[in-house]
């Protein structure tokens, strides 16, 4: 499973595909985010902003293969095994991204509540904020997963319902990256840093599922 992974993360980092989401995700966070703004909500849009960069991840490591070598790495490892690396080399690229910018905005933002009136840990702050950042990597995961092939092989199809189901996860209520970026929100509102351990472990749960009926519908549907 290494091989696989160091091949799938050599073909992303080689296309340069990833430059688009990764400029996209530099804009969001240059508009919505500023030197001096209350810590946790500018972690709490950034984490939300890179919900529909992992999902773009996705379509671009799924896609990113040329058929002909696709057919040869399935052949030769199984087609499951192949999506999964797949799968997993776009989590982890948006993984290592919100990492770097929670580690950047952690940095530049004001430890302190919505009001300004009370003062807020930096550093567990910026923990939090990472915890929040990696339930919205997942979900963007399994929003990528569910929305490209084997399950939608149509892009006129497959990109509205990924950005309409990005946009649903992080503003629908019950969903574990609403959870996560509104409790830091409320958090901030409060003064008070909060802990997603719940979130996080819900969208472990809803990726690991989403990523076995991907790499199940791989087994029996050719490209």
């Not at 990764?22 to 240059?30: E, S, W």
């Not at 963007?140 to 199809?157: D, E, H, K, N, Q």
Request: proline share 8%; hydrophobic share 55%.
């Amino acid at each position: 499973m290494t091989a696989l992974l160091r091949y799938q993360a050599a073909l992303l980092v080689r296309s340069q595909r990833w430059l688009p989401p990764v400029i996209l995700y530099a804009v969001f966070l240059g508009v919505g985010v500023q030197s001096g703004q209350p810590i946790l909500d500018s972690l709490g849009y950034a984490a939300a902003a890179l919900l529909p960069v992992a999902a773009w991840l996705v379509r671009i490591c799924v896609a990113g293969e040329p058929p002909a070598a696709r057919a040869c790495v399935s052949a030769a490892v199984g087609p499951a095994r192949a999506h999964l690396a797949a799968l997993l080399v776009a989590l982890a690229g948006a993984a290592m991204l919100g990492t770097v910018a929670t580690v950047l905005v952690t940095l530049i933002s004001d430890p302190v509540s919505s009001d300004h009136q009370i003062r807020v840990p930096r550093f567990p702050a910026g923990g939090s904020g990472l915890l929040a950042v990696l339930a919205c990597a997942l979900l963007g995961t399994a929003v990528g997963a569910l929305t490209t092939w084997p399950l939608l092989r149509s892009p006129g199809r497959a990109v509205p319902t990924m950005l309409l189901a990005a946009l649903l996860s992080v503003v629908v209520t019950g969903s574990p990256a609403h959870a996560a970026v509104s409790g830091l929100v409320t958090g901030s509102q409060k003064g008070t840093v909060p802990l997603p351990l719940l979130p996080l472990a819900g969208a472990a749960v809803v990726t690991a599922v989403a990523l076995a009926v991907a790499c199940a519908l791989t087994s029996r549907r050719s490209p």
